[in-house]
């Protein structure tokens, strides 16, 4: 069984930081594209970072929106099936729940990734920003 287990999230104070984890397993993950989404109340889900697959995640190029770029990295680990999320100067509209995500189809656009070429959601972690 597939599983996308997302960890990290919390409450942070404005211009703090964190940092979001997303495990896989249940299958391989090799040449997949993983990223993150978030969602906030009220608003559709959208696109966060991802990083492409090119021999091994810590090759691969990512992919920010451009809401989040400058202030969020996200990374792999190929040996621990592992991405993550490093969020550096939160703000207040940060605020959501964060989904992780894998997708067999590289990432082509620079600044987008989208939801219907993601093949596997995690459950989500929530991310509060106060001001």
């Known amino acids: 069984q597939v599983q996308l287990r997302e960890s990290g999230g919390g409450l942070v104070q404005a211009g703090g930081s964190l940092r979001l984890s997303c495990a896989a397993s249940g299958r391989t993950f090799s040449s997949y594209a993983m990223g993150w989404f978030r969602q906030a109340p009220g608003k559709e889900r959208e696109f966060v970072a991802a990083?492409?697959?090119?021999?091994?995640?810590?090759?691969?190029?990512?992919v920010y929106a451009n809401s989040v770029k400058g202030r969020f990295t996200v990374s792999g680990d190929n040996a621990k099936n592992t991405v993550y999320l490093q969020m550096s100067r939160l703000k207040p509209e940060d605020k959501a729940v964060y989904y992780c995500?894998?997708?067999?189809?590289?990432?082509?656009?620079?600044?987008?990734?989208?939801?219907?070429?993601?093949?596997?959601w995690g459950q989500g972690t929530q991310v509060t920003v106060s001001s």
């Open positions: 990083i492409n697959w090119s021999d091994g995640w810590s090759g691969g190029n990512p």
């Open positions: 995500a894998a997708g067999r189809a590289a990432i082509v656009s620079t600044t987008a990734w989208l939801s219907r070429r993601v093949d596997y």
